[in-house]
């Protein structure tokens, strides 16, 4: 259904648009718009993927007229997003919203029929945190203008490539199982702004599709050269009980720095992005000396072509480690008790 989305993402004649959902209903679309980055000054995107009040009175201080909200869940009864729906609703005189949820008879699905509003279907076989690929994540990149096609390409590309025994996605599930004895932590060290959301994206791919029979890793997202000043030294001289991948792109942009100052002449004629790029080797090589082991990941081109092929990539090695542990990476029993016992206490309350 891309051209439906396309479609219809080009008829919203709004500025903002809000994207109510949590967990897998929300950080691919974040993920992706804030990778991919191009200059959209007539377009704000805003991301309710918690119930807090004050991000909701944010959201509900827009030009309505200039809004529109796609609320996202798959099971169509996330109380969370539901219950800011229902907020918006009440507030908001003819609120724009579309749905996307399960292609079942879901709640949702019953609630945007009854109001007429237009509703994109999840496959029922696609778990939310694999759902980057859905409506879920294509209807706001769509929105701004993204190539959404040229993404899916990408995924494709990852499948073909995997089954030619390519390296990436099989090689980094060898390394996590090879190193699983000692590493129950993986840090998701990004090394671009533009990558932490990525890394924000990957954590609930990795603990919620992993964390099981009592196997799986902590993920953890660390910001190079942010956390180099708050992290490395936990991770440099702490448990030697970490996994680092460090994750990079190129730099669209960058600035040199043309005079010397005393102390520090040897910055004179570095780029911002070299210093970076420095950095980030100095502490591979720190951590490689410590016995730490790391792994890098550098995604050659910022594009929605590059993007599908590595979301895909680390969906394909969720897989694979999975079939390493023999467990299912498709399902959540935990998730769904703590749901369980949070509908049973709001219900008696």
């Avoid at 699905?109 to 945190?129: A, H």
């Avoid at 995604?299 to 299912?328: P, R």
Wanted: aromatic share 12%; proline share 3%.
């Amino acid at each position: 259904n891309i051209e439906e989305i396309i479609s219809f993402a080009k008829s919203l004649k709004v500025r903002n648009f809000v994207q109510l959902g949590i967990g897998g209903s929300a950080l691919a679309a974040s993920a992706a718009i804030s990778f991919l980055q191009k200059e959209k000054p007539d377009k704000r995107y805003f991301c309710l993927d918690n119930i807090d009040p004050q991000r909701l009175k944010t959201v509900l201080e827009l030009d309505q007229a200039d809004t529109v909200f796609h609320v996202v869940s798959k099971s169509g009864s996330t109380i969370e997003t539901l219950s800011q729906l229902f907020v918006i609703k009440q507030h908001v005189k003819n609120a724009n919203i579309v749905i996307s949820t399960d292609n079942t008879d879901t709640f949702l699905r019953k609630f945007g029929t009854q109001n007429n509003y237009k509703i994109f279907d999840i496959p029922k076989e696609v778990g939310g945190r694999y759902s980057a690929f859905t409506s879920v994540a294509l209807l706001p990149m769509a929105f701004f203008g993204f190539d959404i096609a040229s993404y899916i390409e990408g995924a494709k590309e990852a499948v073909r490539k995997t089954r030619d025994k390519w390296g990436f996605p099989i090689d980094l599930a060898n390394l996590v199982v090879s190193t699983y004895d000692r590493c129950k932590v993986f840090v998701m060290f990004a090394y671009k702004d533009r990558l932490y959301e990525v890394a924000d994206w990957f954590r609930q791919l990795w603990a919620e599709s992993l964390g099981k029979n009592n196997l799986g890793q902590t993920p953890i997202k660390a910001l190079g050269t942010t956390d180099q000043h708050s992290q490395l030294q936990l991770y440099q001289e702490g448990i030697k009980d970490k996994l680092i991948v460090f994750l990079d792109t190129i730099s669209d942009v960058d600035y040199t720095i043309e005079q010397a100052y005393e102390p520090f002449n040897y910055l004179k004629g570095k780029s911002i992005a070299k210093i970076m790029e420095i950095e980030k080797q100095s502490t591979i090589k720190a951590l490689d000396e410590s016995n730490v082991p790391t792994a890098e990941i550098f995604l050659e081109k910022i594009d929605e072509f590059t993007l599908g092929a590595f979301f895909c990539s680390l969906m394909i090695t969720t897989a694979k480690v999975g079939e390493f542990w023999k467990i299912n990476p498709f399902d959540q029993p935990g998730v769904e008790l703590g749901k369980k016992y949070t509908k049973e206490r709001l219900q008696n309350d």
